[in-house]
């Protein structure tokens, strides 16, 4: 069985201090307690020869989503890197494939697809748990692959729709949540 982990939109500015669309309702960093699972399962996926394919929001200045959220990765800005923690330790950057995405779905328009072929099982982590990693989550259910979804792993800006992006995965999607 070959596996692939995704890795969805752990960039600046989601997940660091600085990042436009970092800090929940509260002020409060959201992704902080999900990197270090994050970065525990690109270990293990790097360890074990999976695929490892990171999926990166990229949006140019005047994308239509800035209609409904602060402008945000911007391409070839800060907030559209990858946080330094994940940066670090892929070291030169020769490790994995990088997705580039200007929509929810890791899917539209992308090479995610033809990435995926040969693989059965895809293990996913990132942000945010009711955005993004929910319509790439259906998509890859959609396709018939297994799916697992780490519930530390994934976070998000609202946490009651993070827990109901999770049961929707799991309950409405077939999804397996860890």
């Known amino acids: 069985m070959k596996k692939a982990l995704l890795v969805i939109d752990v960039l600046n500015d989601f997940c660091s201090p600085q990042g436009v669309l970092s800090k929940d309702v509260d002020g409060n960093l959201y992704a902080e307690s999900a990197i270090p699972v994050i970065l525990e399962r690109v270990r293990e996926a790097l360890a074990n020869h999976w695929e490892l394919i990171f999926i990166c929001d990229s949006h140019e200045e005047n994308d239509k989503e800035f209609d409904r959220f602060p402008p945000h990765c911007v391409q070839g800005t800060w907030g559209s890197?990858?946080?330094?923690s994940l940066a670090d330790l892929l070291g030169n950057g020769e490790k994995g494939q990088f997705v580039l995405k200007n929509r929810?779905?890791?899917f539209y328009g992308t090479e995610l697809e033809e990435l995926?072929?040969?693989v059965d099982e895809v293990h996913v982590v990132g942000v945010c748990t009711n955005i993004c990693v929910?319509?790439?989550?259906?998509?890859?259910?959609?396709?018939?692959?297994?799916?697992?979804?780490?519930?530390?792993?994934?976070?998000?800006?609202?946490?009651e729709a993070h827990e109901w992006a999770l049961k929707q995965m799991e309950s409405v999607l077939g999804a397996e949540i860890r």
Not at 81 to 84: S, T
Not at 134 to 159: M, Q, W
């Open 104 to 106: 929810y779905s890791g």
């Open 116 to 118: 995926l072929q040969d």
């Open 134 to 159: 929910l319509y790439t989550v259906e998509e890859l259910c959609n396709r018939d692959l297994k799916v697992i979804v780490y519930r530390h792993g994934v976070a998000s800006f609202d946490p």
């Open 81 to 84: 890197e990858l946080v330094p």
